[in-house]
Every structure is written in C-alpha cells, then in structure tokens.
C-alpha cells in the first residue's frame, strides 16, 4: 500500500498548515490511523492517531494544537496544525496501524507515507 502525504511546507511561528494522507484510492475499515513526525537529529514520535469511530489520541507536545481527522468512505487522514512552534519543525509522515485500538508505538504500524517537511520559521 502506498500513502501520499501531502499538506507541507513553511510556516510562521503562530501559523497554521493542514496535512493530508490518501492511500491510492482504497480505504482501510476499522485499522487506526496515525502520523508521526521526526525532526533533524531525533528520533520519529508519535503525534496523533485516530480511530474507526473517531476516538483520538495526542501526544502531550501537540495536544490543544493539533486535531486529527479521518474520512472513512475515502481513506483518508487530515492533520489540522494551528499555533505552530520552531520546535513543530520536523518531516511528518502518516502511518496505517495493523490494530483497531489506538496505538502509539511505530512498530504498531504497518504502512507508511514518504513524509512531508514542516518548516516553521520567521
């Protein structure tokens, strides 16, 4: 399965940007949904994830900031980013999880986009 991440860019401190993930036009049933991101020189982590029912989970750094969103019928997984931070820089990839209860482990996941870079910079 291929996903194609998508949404990136430069942004201002402050800004917004909204990422989106589609994954060749099939869909995924019940499995969550997830992105991920990892900046220069650090290990990837976990963001967000959603799942079949639109339950969702954050990560402490980008919660109150970030929401996920799914579409099911097309397959799809948005991530809205507002008030963003230097510290928010990173290349950030969606991920398809194996597991219908919300994870926040990589290896949890088994499909993943090619990533997409967010620059967040005056």
């Known amino acids: 399965v291929q996903l194609q991440a998508s949404g990136g860019g430069l942004v201002q401190p402050g800004g917004s940007l909204r990422l989106s993930c589609a994954g060749s036009?099939?869909?995924?049933?019940?499995?969550?949904m997830g992105w991920f991101r990892q900046a220069e020189d650090k290990e990837r982590e976990f963001i967000a994830s959603?799942?079949?029912?639109?339950?969702?989970s954050y990560s402490d750094s980008v919660k109150g900031r970030f929401t996920i969103f799914r579409d099911n019928g097309r397959g799809t997984v948005s991530l809205q980013m507002n008030n963003l931070k230097p510290e928010d820089t990173a290349v950030y990839y969606c991920?398809?999880?194996?597991?219908?209860?919300?994870?926040?482990?990589?290896?949890?996941?088994?499909?993943w986009g090619q990533g997409t870079l967010v620059t967040v910079s005056s």
């Open positions: 991920a398809i999880s194996k597991h219908v209860s919300l994870v926040r482990d990589q290896s949890d996941y088994d499909w």
């Open positions: 036009g099939r869909t995924f049933g019940r499995r969550v």
């Open positions: 959603i799942g079949y029912t639109k339950l969702t």
